[in-house]
């Protein structure tokens, strides 16, 4: 495994031992486990998760800027959620207050697919009512053919996607996401 792909696995080990505290809790009050194992791993998930999300560059462009602007100075979360917002072109709230300052669980399915002519109508559950995107991919032969983004899923709701030939649907198939269940419907 490289060190990338224990990310997933080191932050899901405590979430589903539902010992995992929020990025926000000062480090005199977490565990052990997650002072030195599993925070860190969860935020670096985070921000796998964000680029994924916005875009690559705008989360290196603002890690770099933070670098630049505050080496040794003092500083504080909220800086860092500045140059975050500030260099994101879309809505990035949901990673501070959901995904950072909380220990939600993060677990959407696929609860229904409908064919239709020349497009599918999925219907996606989040079954924790974290509101956070979760990413849709259509797969053909192993091969991804389409990828899309979902936000603001409280609990149920219905997309309309075009028909490019999948024959599997799946949630977070890259795995960037920390999803407590993989979605998958196969034989479109």
């Known amino acids: 495994m ?3 792909e224990q990310y997933p696995l080191l932050h899901m080990l405590s979430a589903r031992r539902n ?9 005199d ?3 052990k486990f997650n002072q030195k194992i599993a925070n860190r791993y969860k935020a670096g998930l985070g921000l796998a998760y964000l680029a994924d999300y916005t875009g690559k560059e705008h989360v290196d462009r603002s890690v770099k800027e933070f670098y630049i602007n505050y080496r040794l100075k003092p500083t504080t979360a909220a800086d860092f959620k500045f140059i975050v917002v500030e260099n994101s072109d879309k809505d990035i709230n949901w990673f501070f207050d959901e995904y950072v ?7 959407f399915k696929i609860k229904k697919v409908r064919k239709m002519e020349d497009s599918l109508v999925v219907i996606l559950k989040n079954k924790e009512g974290t509101n956070v995107p979760i990413s849709l991919f259509g797969i053909k032969n192993d091969t991804v053919v389409s ?5 603001d899923i409280t609990d149920q709701q219905a997309f309309r996607i075009p028909k490019n030939g999948e024959d599997r649907l799946v949630l977070n198939y890259d795995q960037t996401i920390p999803n407590l269940t993989k979605g998958i419907i196969g034989n479109l």
């Open 2 to 4: 490289n060190f990338n």
């Open 19 to 27: 010992i995992d505290q929020s990025l926000t809790t000062p480090n």
């Open 29 to 31: 009050s977490l565990v």
């Open 101 to 107: 300052s909380t220990t939600q669980k993060i677990d």
């Open 147 to 151: 990828n899309y983004w979902f936000t």
